[in-house]
C-alpha cells in the first residue's frame, strides 16, 4: 500500500465573483522514499492541492468538493482539526517558495525551530533545542550553537531556507511537501539546496511532493511526475516519460517554451574595434554607507562598494546580459545609470553625451534617452491610472503634444507591444502579468530611448509567457535600433538574448565577453561555478553531472 | 539606541519653547486678567497685585522673567489659589488623574485588545461586526454622553455603584474609569483588528499553521507582537490625550484631579497655572510619545538593528 493515495479531487473556489474550479480531479500515489513533481504555471492549481492535504486552504472560498487523500489508511480531508494538526508538521512538514517571509521576524529562530518538537512530543525546552541545534548543522548551517539565537533578518535567503528545512525535517515526518522551494534563489543556492533536500530524503528515506513551475529543478529530483493545467491532470508518468515520450501538446508548449541555450542570438553585432562605443561605463564605484547595527550601536559608518570600478562598453544596437547574484550589484548599475543613486566616481556615457554628470533641467531633459523596465510589473504601475494616463504620462514628460497626436502616439504604442487598442482605458488589474510587463514595456520606449535597460523583466513570469514577451523585447530592440542592457540570474534567458555578456560577483566584472564564447568556455572560476547550478531540463544530463563549487580564496 | 534617546530628550526643548511661547501669546491676548472680576475693586489694590505679580512690566520682560523661573524649576504662585505654587497644585491632582488615566487605559487595552483579535480572527462574519459595531459605537459616543449614561444605567436604576467621588464609597472609581476607557478600547479595538488582519495574511502565519500549532498558540505567540503595533504607536497620543482629556470626567463624577485645575485655569485667567500645567501636559505627551517609539522598536528585531540609522 502507497504511503499517500489522493483520489478524484475537487477543490472549488466560491468567490464573490463565480465559482472558480481549481482543482478538477486529480488522483496520484506516493509511496515511501519516492519524489512526486508537480509541475505548472501559475493558477494551474498545483499549490491548492497540495495545501489541502494539510488544511491549510482559506475556508470559505475553498471547499473541498469531492475526493480523498488516504494516508496511512486514514482521509486527510475529512479529519477533525485536531487530529489532522497531530500530523501536520509532524508526519507531513512542508516548506514555502519564499524563505525572505516564511520565517517570523518578531521570533528568534531557535523559539521556531524547537516548536514543531515541542508540540507534537513531551520532550524537555533543552532537549528540544540540542535536537534543532543538530537539525540546523545537518542542513549546513555553521556555527549552529550560536545562529540558534539569532533572528530571521540576520540571515541571508539561502540561510534562511535551510532553517525552513531543518524546521520541517526536525521532526523526521514522512512526507516533506516543498511548494517551489528554490524559486525564490539564487541560481547557485538552489543548487545547494536541491542537494541538500535530496541528501536529506535519501538519509531519512522521506517521500517528496516537489511543487515547481521549472522542468529544469522538476527533471533533476523527480521518480515521477503530474503535470497540471488550469485544475486538470493534463499528463503524468515517471519523469523519463514525461521528457523523453512527451504525449500531450501542453506538456510540450512547456518544454519548447526553455529558452534552450544555443539558438543563435538574434542581433548581429559588429564590433568594430575603433569604433567610439556608443554607450560607456568608466570605472564607476557605487558605495552605499551601513551603520553599526546594534542596539546600543555607536552608528558608525561602514562603507559597502555595491559597484567597484567596473567599466563597460557597448556599440550601438548591441545587447548585453548582466548576471549575477542577488547582492552582486547588478541592479546598483542600472540605478547608477539611471541616475536613480548617487555615483561614488566614474564616468557613464551615452552617444557622446556625459549623463552622469548631468544636474537639473538637462537630466531631466536626457532622461528620455535611457529607460527602464523594472521586475515586477505588478508593483511598477500605477493601480490607479489607466494605461492611457501611464503612457500619456511618459510622452507628455518630454514634449507637449496635442491631445489627438497623444492618442495616436498611445495607441500605436499599444500595437507595438502586441495590445489591442480599445484596452488603453483599462487599469492595471485588468491585465495579466504578461500584458502588464507589455504596458511596462510601452511605457519605457514611449519616449523612444536609445538605451533601455531591463531588469529582470521576465523573472516574475510563466514560463510560456516569459518567451512571449522575451521575443517581444527582441523584436522591439531591433526595429528601433535600440542598445540594451539585460539584467537577470536566468542564465539561459540571458544565452538567448544578447551579444555579449558580464559576469559580475561582489561588485565586480569578473568575466567579460561575447555570450557564446562565455557558455562554451567560461575562463573564471564563478563563471563556472554559476553554469553548472543551472537545472537542465533533461533527466539524463540532470542526474549526472557534476557541480562546480565556487569558493572565493 | 541610548544616543536615539538623547537626541530626542533634546529635539523636546525647543518644542516647549514654542509651546510656552504660544501659551503666553494667547492667554496675554485674551481679554481681561487674573484680577478683573465682578465686584469692584480699588484701582490701588489692583495696581498693587499687578507690581507684585509683575503684570505691570511690558509682556515681552514678564515672558522671560517666566523662562527664567522655569529653568529653575519654578513655576510660580497661583494667581488664583491664594497661598499655593502651582508646583503644588500639580503635585496634589496630579496622582489622582495618573491612577484615574492608569485604570481607563488598562481597561481600554484588555477590552481593546481582546474585541480586536476576536474579530480579527473570522473576518467579515458575525464575529466581527459585533465587536467592530460597539467599537463604532464608543468612537461616536463622546465621554460628556457616556458618563451621564452610566450613572443612570449602574447608579441610579441598578444602584450597583456610587454616583460620584474617588476613594470615598467602595467601588466610586469603577464608573470614571470606564468611562474614559470605553472610548480608548474603541479605538485601540480598531487597531488591534487591523494590525492583526495585517500579520495574519503573512507567509509566517501559515508556517505557524503547517507546524501543526493550535490557533490560539499562534494568535499569542506568532501574530500578537506584530499585531500590536500600530496600538503601541498609537499608546503615546491616547495616554496624553487621556490624562489631558479627563477634565470631563473629573468633572461629571466630582473627581479632585488635574483636569479640572486646568479648564478652570483658562476661565480665572490664572496665567501661571495655565502655562505650568500646559508645560507639564506637554512633556508628558513627549515622553509618552517617545517610550511609544521605544517600545515599538525594542518589539521589532528588525528595527532594533537600524534604530540609529534611521534617525
Redesign the interface.
Known amino acids: 500500500m502507497s504511503l499517500l493515495s489522493v483520489k478524484d479531487l475537487h477543490i472549488h473556489f466560491h468567490t464573490r465573483n463565480g465559482l472558480v474550479k481549481a482543482v478538477n480531479g486529480v488522483n496520484f500515489e506516493l509511496n515511501k522514499g519516492e519524489t512526486l513533481g508537480i509541475v505548472g504555471e501559475s493558477g494551474s492549481g498545483k499549490t491548492v492541492c497540495c495545501y489541502s492535504l494539510l488544511g491549510l486552504l482559506p475556508s470559505p472560498p475553498a471547499r473541498i468538493e469531492s475526493g480523498s487523500a488516504s494516508f496511512e489508511g486514514k482521509d486527510l480531508l475529512h479529519m477533525p482539526e485536531e487530529e489532522l494538526r497531530d500530523i501536520r508538521g509532524n508526519r507531513i512538514a512542508m516548506i514555502f517558495q519564499d524563505p525572505m517571509t516564511s520565517l517570523n521576524p518578531y521570533m528568534k529562530l531557535g523559539a521556531q525551530l524547537i516548536e514543531p518538537l515541542t508540540i507534537h512530543s513531551d520532550i524537555s525546552k533543552d532537549e528540544a533545542r540540542k535536537r534543532a541545534i543538530a537539525a540546523m548543522q545537518e542542513v549546513g548551517i555553521p556555527e549552529p550553537e550560536r545562529r540558534i539565537d539569532c533572528y530571521p533578518h540576520e540571515f541571508s535567503g539561502g540561510m534562511r531556507q535551510r532553517v525552513m528545512i531543518a524546521m520541517a525535517l526536525v521532526t523526521e515526518p514522512d512526507i516533506l511537501i516543498a511548494d517551489e522551494p528554490t524559486t525564490a534563489l539564487d541560481v547557485t543556492v538552489q543548487a545547494q539546496i536541491l542537494d541538500l533536500i535530496k541528501k536529506l530524503q535519501d538519509k531519512h528515506d522521506i517521500a517528496v511532493i516537489f511543487i515547481s513551475h521549472d522542468l529544469g529543478v522538476i527533471a533533476g529530483c523527480a521518480d515521477k511526475i503530474i503535470v497540471m493545467h488550469q485544475g486538470d491532470i493534463v499528463e503524468s508518468g515517471t519523469t523519463d516519460e514525461i521528457f523523453y515520450k512527451t504525449s500531450h501538446d501542453y506538456t510540450k508548449k512547456l518544454l519548447n517554451a526553455i529558452p534552450t541555450s544555443g539558438k543563435p542570438a538574434a542581433a548581429s553585432l559588429d564590433t568594430n574595434k575603433g569604433q567610439e562605443p556608443f554607450f560607456s561605463i568608466d570605472q564607476l564605484q557605487t558605495n552605499y554607507d551601513i551603520r553599526d547595527g546594534s542596539f546600543f550601536g555607536n552608528g558608525k559608518k561602514e562603507i559597502h562598494k555595491a559597484v567597484d570600478n567596473v567599466s563597460l562598453e557597448l556599440v550601438e544596437g548591441e545587447t548585453l546580459g548582466l548576471v549575477g547574484e542577488s547582492g552582486c550589484g547588478k541592479s546598483t548599475i542600472a540605478k547608477s545609470i539611471m541616475r536613480l543613486v548617487n555615483i561614488s566616481s566614474g564616468k557613464i556615457t551615452l552617444d557622446g553625451k556625459t549623463i552622469s554628470s548631468l544636474e537639473g533641467e538637462e537630466l531631466k531633459r536626457a532622461r528620455g534617452d535611457f529607460q527602464m523596465v523594472f521586475q515586477d510589473p505588478y508593483a511598477s504601475l500605477n493601480p490607479r491610472m489607466t494605461v492611457y494616463d501611464s503612457l500619456a504620462e511618459a510622452l507628455n514628460t518630454q514634449s507637449n503634444i496635442d491631445k489627438s497626436a497623444l492618442l495616436d502616439r498611445v495607441v500605436n504604442l499599444m500595437t507595438d507591444v502586441g495590445l489591442p487598442a480599445q484596452a488603453i482605458r483599462k487599469y492595471p488589474h485588468e491585465f495579466s502579468g504578461g500584458q502588464r510587463q507589455r504596458i511596462a514595456i510601452a511605457r519605457a520606449l514611449a519616449l523612444q530611448p536609445r538605451l533601455l535597460i531591463a531588469d529582470e523583466p521576465v523573472s516574475a513570469l510563466d514560463v510560456t509567457i516569459q518567451a512571449q514577451i522575451l521575443d517581444l523585447l527582441l523584436k522591439l530592440i531591433q526595429k528601433y535600433r535600440i542598445t540594451m542592457i539585460f539584467i537577470s540570474h536566468d542564465l539561459s534567458v540571458v544565452r538567448y538574448l544578447t551579444d555579449r555578456t558580464a559576469v559580475m560577483y561582489q561588485g565586480k566584472i569578473v568575466e567579460y565577453g561575447e555570450t557564446e564564447e562565455i557558455f562554451n568556455k567560461p575562463k573564471h572560476k564563478y563563471t563556472q561555478a554559476l553554469l553548472s547550478a543551472i537545472p537542465i531540463a533533461d533527466p539524463d544530463k540532470e542526474r549526472s553531472r557534476e557541480r562546480i563549487i565556487f569558493s572565493p580564496e | 539606541?541610548?544616543?536615539f534617546i538623547l537626541k530626542r530628550l533634546l529635539q523636546a526643548i525647543p518644542v516647549l519653547l514654542i509651546v510656552i511661547t504660544i501659551t503666553f501669546a494667547l492667554i496675554h491676548a485674551a481679554p481681561g486678567g487674573p484680577f478683573s472680576a465682578e465686584r469692584a475693586v480699588p484701582p490701588e489694590v489692583i495696581e498693587a497685585l499687578n507690581a507684585q505679580y509683575n503684570l505691570d512690566d511690558p509682556a515681552y520682560v514678564q515672558y522671560f522673567i517666566y523662562l527664567k523661573n522655569i529653568v529653575r524649576g519654578d513655576f510660580g504662585p497661583s494667581f488664583k489659589y491664594t497661598g499655593r505654587s502651582v508646583t503644588e497644585i500639580i503635585a496634589a491632582g496630579m496622582p489622582v488623574t495618573f491612577e484615574l488615566g492608569f485604570y481607563a487605559i488598562m481597561i481600554a487595552l484588555t477590552l481593546g485588545i481582546s474585541a480586536g483579535v476576536i474579530a480579527s480572527l473570522k473576518p467579515n462574519t458575525i464575529q466581527d461586526y459585533i465587536p467592530m459595531s460597539l467599537a463604532m459605537t464608543g468612537i461616536c459616543l463622546p465621554t460628556f454622553v457616556l458618563g451621564p449614561m452610566m450613572v443612570l444605567v449602574f447608579a441610579i436604576w441598578l444602584d450597583w455603584l456610587p454616583v460620584s467621588g474617588w476613594g470615598y464609597i467602595p467601588g466610586d472609581k469603577i464608573l470614571p474609569a470606564l468611562t474614559l476607557g470605553f472610548a480608548y478600547a474603541a479605538y485601540i479595538a480598531r487597531l488591534s483588528r487591523g494590525g492583526m488582519l495585517e500579520i495574519l495574511s503573512?507567509?509566517?502565519i501559515?508556517?505557524?499553521?503547517?507546524?501543526?500549532?493550535?490557533t490560539a498558540?499562534i494568535v499569542t505567540?506568532?501574530a500578537l507582537?506584530?499585531g500590536m503595533q500600530p496600538v503601541v504607536s498609537f499608546m503615546g497620543p491616547a495616554l496624553a490625550g487621556l490624562l489631558s482629556g479627563s477634565f470631563v470626567v473629573e468633572t461629571i463624577f466630582q473627581i479632585p484631579g488635574m483636569g479640572r485645575y486646568f479648564v478652570q485655569a483658562a476661565f480665572n485667567r490664572d496665567y501661571t497655572l495655565i502655562l505650568g500645567t500646559t508645560v507639564f501636559f506637554a512633556s508628558l505627551i513627549i515622553l509618552f510619545n517617545l517610550l511609544a517609539d521605544i517600545v515599538t522598536v525594542w518589539?521589532?528585531?528588525?528595527l532594533?538593528?537600524?534604530?540609529?540609522?534611521g534617525n
Open positions: 539606541m541610548l544616543k503573512q507567509d509566517f501559515r508556517t505557524a499553521r503547517a507546524k501543526g500549532l493550535k498558540t505567540r506568532h507582537r506584530g518589539l521589532n528585531p528588525r532594533r538593528d537600524n534604530s540609529n540609522s
